[in-house]
């Protein structure tokens, strides 16, 4: 079902889930480890799906056509669609940003793509920065992120990946754990679009295992 913005941030505070990817007032720096908090026994499991560079042009149950898309119908009608939810920056990284941290590009200081360009300018997604993941760790939820994050800007000695170089340019990069935001399981890579060869980071996977994909017989 599609739902606004205004109702899903008041329904999610009723459930004591009170977290939005869209709204500044909740996006503050500081200490948020601190004041850690139990789950209350009504909340909601939540589970958060963002595709990359996907618009609302190409989703049937948005009334697009000739969009043909059964499977996602289906899904968006079990789940909160956020209709009003727009990038002013749709870029990766930055639009990243702002879904973590509900906070601008000005403000977050991802103003461009995470490269290692963009790491020597600050572009990065700062530890110190809460984002909804933070909020949710501190309710007492148990937390994971699976697929791209490119919000870690790469740095030397660059990994070994098809995409360091790519166009002069540093791509692929490891999120250190202490700068995964609250997720307890993790299963992703920066920025690697060789979909039928994946290569993924796993909980403990060291920096330096770049082929876990063959390892795992993919």
Not at 80 to 93: D, F, G, I, R, W
Request: charged content about 20%; hydrophobic content about 35%.
């Amino acid at each position: 079902m599609t739902v606004s913005r205004r109702t899903f941030i008041k329904g999610l505070a009723a459930s004591g889930a009170a977290i939005s990817v869209s709204t500044p007032a909740l996006a503050t720096s500081g200490d948020f480890t601190a004041s850690k908090h139990t789950r209350p026994e009504n909340a909601p499991n939540l589970l958060i799906v963002f595709p990359d560079e996907m618009r609302a042009h190409a989703l049937q149950f948005m009334g697009e056509d000739p969009s043909i898309t059964p499977n996602l119908n289906k899904f968006a009608k079990q789940a909160k669609v956020m209709t009003q939810m727009a990038s002013n920056y749709p870029l990766c990284s930055p639009f990243r940003g702002m879904f973590m941290t509900g906070q601008y590009p000005v403000r977050n200081g991802i103003t461009g793509n995470a490269h290692d360009y963009g790491g020597k300018v600050g572009i990065d997604l700062s530890p110190y920065t809460k984002c909804w993941s933070d909020v949710l760790k501190s309710l007492d939820y148990s937390t994971g992120y699976i697929g791209k994050w490119h919000l870690d800007a790469p740095y030397e000695p660059f990994i070994e990946s098809y995409n360091n170089p790519m166009e002069g340019r540093y791509w692929n990069e490891w999120a250190a754990p202490d700068r995964r935001h609250g997720f307890d399981f993790w299963y992703s890579y920066g920025t690697y679009d060789l979909h039928l060869k994946p290569m993924y980071w796993a909980n403990d996977t060291p920096r330096d295992k770049t082929d876990l994909y063959r390892s795992m017989g993919a």
